[in-house]
C-alpha cells in the first residue's frame, strides 16, 4: 500500500470533513473513480465495499453472527486530502444501512488506515484530522478525560467501569447505539436497569432483529462519567474469540458528553474533550 498526500495541506496535518447521517459519519470519498460516502468506523478491522457478489471467499463476525464477504483489490481511494493506493478490501451488500437511498454509499472504512499518526474527531466543525505527534505538545491537557487504550486488530479498545468493575468495550464511530455482551448482563445484573423499550439493529449481516435495551446508572472513563448510558444486549463471544481477547461492549461515540476525541495510536492514548 502506498500514501499520496495532495489538496490544501495545512502545516502537516490533513483534514477529511464529515456530515451526519442516521447517527453515522459519512465521509465523502472516491473509489476507483466512483464518487460517493463512505461510513467511517472505529469499529470496523477492514475496508468494506458495498458490493454483492455471489463468490463469498472470507468471513467476519459481527454482533449478528457470522458475515460472508468477497474479497476485492482497490487500485485507488481518496477520501479528503489523502489518496490511498493499492488496498485490499471486502465486499457485500451495505444497502439496508442507511435510511435516504438518495446517499450513494461506497462501503465502510475503519481508523486502520489512519493508524501511524494521531487521529482527531473534532464532534463540534464535523472535521477528522490526522496530525504528527508533535501536535500533541500543543494540547492543554486540562480540558481532556486522558485514558489508556488497547489497539488490537486495528480496532480501539477502552477500558469502561460500571460501578466499581471494569470492562473491555470497542469505541466506535459506526454505531448510534452502545451494545453489552449478554455474559456480562447475566453476571452482573445487579449494576444495570432494565427496560420494555427494544431498539432494531442493523449490521453488516442480513438478519434483522431487535435487542432489548439495559441502561447503566453511571459509567466511568477514567474521569469521565456518563449518567444513564442505555445499550442494546448483544452476544459478542464469537468477535471476542476472532480477536483472542475478551470484549464486553461496544461504545457509540455519538453517546459520549464529549466535543472532540484525540486518538494517539502510538502511545495507546485517547483525549476526550470536555
Given amino acids: 500500500m502506498s500514501l499520496h498526500c495532495w489538496g490544501n495541506r495545512i502545516g502537516a496535518s490533513y483534514k477529511i470533513p464529515f456530515v451526519k447521517t442516521d447517527g453515522l459519519m459519512l465521509l465523502e470519498a472516491q473509489i476507483d473513480g466512483v464518487q460517493g460516502y463512505l461510513i467511517f468506523d472505529t469499529g470496523a478491522d477492514a475496508l468494506i465495499l458495498n458490493r454483492e457478489s455471489n463468490e463469498h471467499t472470507d468471513v467476519f463476525e459481527t454482533i449478528d453472527g457470522a458475515v460472508a464477504m468477497?474479497?476485492?483489490?482497490?487500485?485507488?481511494?481518496?477520501?479528503?486530502?489523502?489518496?490511498?493506493?493499492?488496498?485490499?478490501?471486502?465486499g457485500r451488500d451495505l444497502s439496508q444501512l442507511l435510511n435516504n437511498p438518495q446517499i450513494n454509499l461506497l462501503g465502510i472504512i475503519g481508523s486502520g488506515l489512519f493508524n501511524n499518526e494521531v487521529l482527531h474527531i473534532d464532534n463540534e466543525n464535523n472535521l477528522i484530522e490526522?496530525?504528527?505527534?508533535?501536535?500533541?505538545?500543543k494540547i492543554e491537557e486540562e480540558n481532556y478525560v486522558v485514558s489508556k487504550i488497547q489497539i488490537q486488530d486495528d480496532l480501539i479498545i477502552v477500558p469502561v467501569k460500571i460501578s466499581n468493575q471494569e470492562f473491555s468495550f470497542i469505541l466506535d464511530t459506526g454505531s448510534s447505539t452502545s451494545f453489552i455482551d449478554a455474559k456480562v448482563v447475566n453476571a452482573n445484573s445487579e449494576l444495570l436497569s432494565f427496560s420494555d423499550k427494544r431498539?432494531?439493529?442493523?449490521?453488516?449481516?442480513?438478519?434483522?432483529h431487535s435487542s432489548r435495551i439495559l441502561s447503566a446508572d453511571k459509567i466511568t472513563i477514567s474521569n469521565l462519567s456518563i449518567k444513564q448510558l442505555e445499550m442494546g444486549q448483544a452476544d459478542l463471544n464469537a468477535i471476542s474469540k476472532e480477536?483472542?481477547?475478551?470484549?464486553?461492549?461496544?461504545?457509540?461515540?455519538?453517546?459520549?458528553?464529549?466535543?472532540?476525541?484525540?486518538?494517539d495510536f502510538e502511545q495507546s492514548l485517547v483525549y476526550f474533550g470536555i
Avoid: C, H, W
Wanted: charged share 20%; net charge negative.
Fill in 130 to 137: 490526522i496530525y504528527p505527534r508533535k501536535y500533541l505538545d
Fill in 70 to 90: 468477497s474479497a476485492y483489490d482497490i487500485t485507488s481511494l481518496t477520501v479528503g486530502n489523502l489518496t490511498f493506493e493499492n488496498l485490499p478490501a471486502y
Fill in 243 to 263: 480477536m483472542d481477547t475478551q470484549i464486553d461492549g461496544i461504545l457509540s461515540l455519538s453517546q459520549l458528553p464529549i466535543s472532540e476525541v484525540i486518538i
Fill in 199 to 208: 431498539i432494531s439493529v442493523k449490521s453488516t449481516s442480513d438478519q434483522k
